[in-house]
């Protein structure tokens, strides 16, 4: 009979298809997705895929829309770094053209980067200066997020199974936090290779968490879905029974489905094994003997491999290759040949001898390390190759050389495992210290150090001592093992083993050599931390000296910072502290000191209220990190400072920007800062389906800083928020039973030893705040909590300096503390006129500038000043929502309506204008007469949504019922 290659159009999968295209449309307006799909080997992942992104470019042409594919290969535990993504790469080349790709870039050096990826993308590339290299996947990132400005792209990783650890890591990262951008992610995978010990588990189970990303399961096909498939394939209809046959002997899998079919009348194959191999058995010997030789090598391999390890003729080279194409067994793909299915190349190399096994190995191992180019993918395939053919030394030397190539890419996911495969190698393999030039200390010192940087403490502590466990001569190193101890056992959570922070310094003392003192500097400045007294001081001071003898401008550089620290954090004066940071800033830094010292004076410039300066700061060395490539950390907290300035200021589109930022940057241990800043500016916002996304896609982070300190809770919870700005509008505020907990905690911060000053004064602030949205309405709620909370907070305030921002926050709680003791509202008035006409009131968030001005406005209006409070409430409603802060401007809008205020132009002030887009949509149906559970129907939400939606519209437009909400409605509407 006759037999199709395959089915003609894909059978079933209309559901999985649906959910591909819903995701493309969301993409398309600016909402990104990330479908995973996931099934076993041969059910038509692939198929699926390729029918989804045949239809994408059937559809009417709109935006312009790039298609990248990359495709993930099994190169063992070594792998690459960023394999798949060098494809997807140089696929987005060839759509979008060298000068578009040049523009995405922007910066020079994220150019030199991709350049090496993509020849041609950058003729000076080759040139350009080595600590000018831009992180690969920092620069993956711009790219496809500078691109998915004017493209809607899409990217396609297949076989995630296989994926080396720095393409799953930007796989997260492009999943969990690009946001309105034209981008479509689809990542294929087979979910019966992944145990409860496959490296891609711990990131489905974060991915699980996030709202943003479509699961699709790949299930078998039905007996009436193989009957259909089966008649596309032969042109007649299989009986019942047949297909029945059909689909319990395949399992409802749609390639094995089309190889019975095609076996025909010869006798079935009695495993899976020979099923999978039955058009390999077919081929000639030559052919036969390529095609095993080709499976060592990998899913795809590239025509010239192919061709240097077969070492055939021209001819029979192209007569074996065009053999095994005809009979469907390999396909020419690209510059080299595909398998037709990861199992068929599984099935054939399972039939080499091992004889055979070994020969083949070692001749690719060879070509490969003959190969000029020494690219990372061949260096790391020599190593794996040689590993195969039982060559531990050549496979250690070739380990070394794809461990070089790999820090040269910048990708610490990769080399840990490179540096982790020389240790296991290490006692087989004569001379290994000869040969690796280094030792197994140093080695586990890299490895540590590695950890450190992607974020995995317990890791980086677990190399740290197997590297103490290590022979070791070298007391540097030693003394570098015994810091990296500590600095992760205090990044854990652990009490630090501080005897060998000591330990380290004796090791140190006395040795006249630069690396010594360096480290030296370093490990005293981590001794001074956990002093706050006159020791810091000197330990500080001796870093700053030894730094400067070992002629390290960048050890200078932190040492100072560190000097800095000291001024602010123990001392409490963050104006004196700005004189060594100044003087670390004129030093000639590499780029990390540069960044480092950035941080630190954006930070230091922020705690003072310069946030204009702070701001400018932190954008110029940004920028100059991003330019120079610096590793994440640095960069994240250099985003983290800088996007406190921003919304400090209001600047709210640069601020997010740079908060989105330093959630990528930073490791999960100091992510949690980013998460609460954006946390809190979504409360104050009043934004709380974006709160609620971003604490389900950081869940992970969240429960980790719960489980480092499990009695510190969110200070600025939207209950919260709601009963801080009702009560300084004087409106009435909801009954809350949280108060106990969140006194509790603010009452812990204030009194923990070592609290940073600037933190301990905003959580004296909150408190302050808290306890007048207490006393406005709830006199009797927690009255014992309540008065040890001010007692502590009037005890810090009495100990604060008159300097720096200190005078004016004093000032702002003692405002708040009248109002809360219900003083004469021209006494009120009176000291909320203090806080905001002060020389110092620009030092203010304006958060708090905000919060000021609406407490003054309700004061006013106590004190009968109806003019004075009409301006004030105004200005407070027109700028809330561009500051960030719509919270305060809902109330500003209810405070007047309820006053029968008027703005000077005899227009009501704009209450609906404080609501949200999707709150608006509310109201207008609440007008219609829809109940909640209608409401949710229409706009595709759950009946609670939908009922918090309408309790926070009734609240912001001060009705009482949700007639009143509709009446109001429809007058501001009609107006």
């Known amino acids: 009979m006759a037999v199709l290659a395959s089915s003609p159009r894909m059978v079933g999968r209309e559901r999985e298809f649906a959910a591909l295209v819903d995701a493309f449309v969301e993409g398309q307006s600016g909402r990104p997705r990330t479908v995973l799909v996931r099934g076993e080997a041969g059910i038509g992942k692939t198929r699926l895929v390729g029918e989804f992104l045949n239809e994408i470019e059937r559809r009417p042409v709109g935006m312009p829309v790039v298609v990248a594919v990359g495709q993930c290969v099994d190169l063992g535990p070594i792998g690459a770094p960023f394999g798949p993504i060098r494809r997807v790469l140089r696929d987005l080349h060839d759509a979008v053209g060298s000068a578009a790709l040049r523009e995405a870039a922007g910066s020079p050096a994220v150019r030199a980067t991709l350049a090496a990826f993509v020849p041609g993308l950058d003729d000076d590339a080759a040139s350009a200066p080595d600590d000018a290299t831009f992180e690969f996947a920092e620069a993956i990132e711009t790219v496809l997020e500078r691109l998915s400005v004017q493209h809607h792209v899409v990217v396609v ?7 080396d650890a720095a393409t799953l890591a930007l796989l997260k990262t492009l999943a969990t936090t690009l946001r309105g951008r034209h981008l479509t992610v689809v990542a294929t995978y087979r979910s019966d290779d992944i145990d409860r010990f496959h490296p891609l588990r711990p990131l489905l189970a974060e991915l699980d968490r996030v709202r943003a990303i479509v699961r699709v399961d790949v299930l078998p096909l039905s007996a009436d879905e193989v009957t259909e498939q089966v008649r596309m394939l032969t042109g007649d209809a299989a009986g019942r029974g047949d297909a029945r046959a059909l689909a319990d002997r395949s399992g409802g899998v749609p390639f094995l489905v089309e190889e019975l079919v095609d076996i025909g009348d010869m006798h079935l194959p009695q495993t899976l094994r020979d099923l999978v191999l039955a058009r390999y058995e077919r081929l000639g010997d030559d052919a036969r003997a390529l095609i095993r030789t080709m499976a060592a090598g990998g899913v795809h391999v590239d025509h010239a491999l192919i061709a240097a390890v077969a070492g055939l003729p021209d001819d029979d080279l192209d007569r074996a290759l065009r053999e095994a194409i005809d009979d469907r067994v390999i396909s020419a793909d690209g510059d080299g040949y595909s398998f037709r299915h990861a199992l068929t190349r599984e099935a054939v190399e399972g039939e080499m001898l091992p004889s055979e096994q070994v020969r083949v190995h070692r001749r690719y191992a060879e070509v490969l390390t003959a190969d000029a180019s020494d690219g990372p993918d061949a260096v790391s395939a020599a190593a794996e190759h040689w590993l195969a053919a039982h060559d531990l030394p050549r496979a250690f030397d070739a380990t070394v050389r794809a461990l070089e190539a790999s820090r040269a890419t910048f990708a610490p996911a990769a080399s840990v495992k490179l540096v982790e495969r020389l240790t296991e190698l290490w006692p087989q393999v004569p001379d290994a210290e000869a040969r690796a030039g280094t030792t197994p200390a140093d080695l586990h010192l890299q490895a540590a150090t590695a950890w450190h940087d992607l974020g995995d403490a317990e890791r980086s502590l677990r190399a740290a001592n197997e590297g103490l466990s290590c022979p070791i001569d070298d007391p540097v190193l030693r003394a570098g093992l015994l810091r990296q101890r500590y600095v992760e056992e205090f990044n854990t959570g652990r009490r630090p083993d501080r005897t060998g922070l000591h330990e380290a310094r004796e090791l140190l003392e ?6 010594a003192k360096t480290l030296l500097s370093r490990t005293l400045s981590n001794i001074a931390a956990g002093h706050h007294d006159a020791s810091a001081q000197q330990h500080l001071r001796r870093a700053v000296a030894l730094a400067e003898e070992s002629g390290s401008t960048s050890a200078l550089a932190i040492a100072l910072a560190n000097e800095a620290w000291r001024l602010s954090e123990v001392e409490d004066d963050e104006v004196a502290a700005l004189e060594p940071l100044e003087r670390a800033r004129a030093l000639d830094l590499n780029p990390s000191a540069w960044a480092y010292v950035g941080s630190a004076l954006t930070d230091m410039l922020g705690r003072l209220g310069r946030y204009e300066d702070a701001a400018a700061v932190g954008c110029a060395h940004f920028e100059d990190a991003v330019g120079a490539g610096l590793d994440r950390g ?22 997010l920007e740079f908060a989105q930022r330093a959630r990528r940057l930073l490791e999960r241990g100091s992510r949690i800062q980013a998460v609460r800043l954006l946390s809190t500016h979504y409360a104050w916002n009043d934004e709380p389906e974006q709160r609620d996304a971003l604490r389900t896609v950081e869940r992970a982070t969240l429960d980790e800083a719960r489980r480092r300190n499990p009695t510190r809770i969110d200070w600025w919870v939207p209950a919260s928020v709601d009963a801080v700005v009702a009560a300084a509008a004087g409106l009435p505020v909801r009954a809350d039973d949280d108060w106990v907990p969140r006194f509790a905690a603010v009452d812990a911060v204030l009194q923990r030893v070592g609290m940073a000053p600037q933190t301990g004064r905003y959580a004296a602030i909150a408190g302050a705040l808290m306890l007048r949205a207490v006393a406005s309405t709830h006199p009797v709620v927690a009255q014992a909590e309540a008065a040890q909370l001010r007692a502590t907070i009037e005890d810090a305030v009495r100990r604060w300096p008159d300097r ?13 503390f009248a109002d809360a003791d219900r003083a004469a509202p021209r006494d009120r008035v009176q000291s909320w006129r203090a806080v905001l006409d002060g020389p110092d009131a620009a030092t203010l968030p304006v958060r708090h500038r905000h919060l000021a001005e609406l407490s003054l406005a309700a004061a006013s209006l106590a004190a009968g000043d109806r003019e004075g409070a009409v301006g004030v409430l105004a200005a407070v409603s027109e700028a809330a929502g561009e500051h960030g802060v719509r919270r305060i401007g809902a109330s500003a809008s209810e405070l007047a309506a309820r006053a029968g205020l008027t703005t000077a132009a005899d227009a009501p002030l704009p209450v609906l204008e404080t609501l949200t887009p999707r ?6 149906l609440v007008a219609e007469g829809l109940t909640n559970a209608q409401i949710g129907e229409r706009l595709f939400i759950s009946p609670k949504t939908a009922s918090v939606h309408v309790s926070a519209i009734l609240a912001k437009v001060g009705a009482g019922n949700r007639a009143q909400a509709a009446a109001l409605f429809s007058a501001l509407s009609d107006a």
């Open 157 to 163: 990783v297949e076989d995630l199974q296989w994926a």
């Open 510 to 515: 006395g040795l006249d050599d630069p690396r």
């Open 634 to 655: 640095l960069t994240g907290d250099l985003a983290l400072e800088t996007a406190h300035a921003l919304f400090s200021l209001g600047r709210v589109p640069e601020a």
């Open 804 to 816: 720096g921002t200190a005078p004016l926050l004093r000032r702002f709680i003692e405002a708040t």
């Open 919 to 924: 709150e608006r949509q509310v109201l207008a």
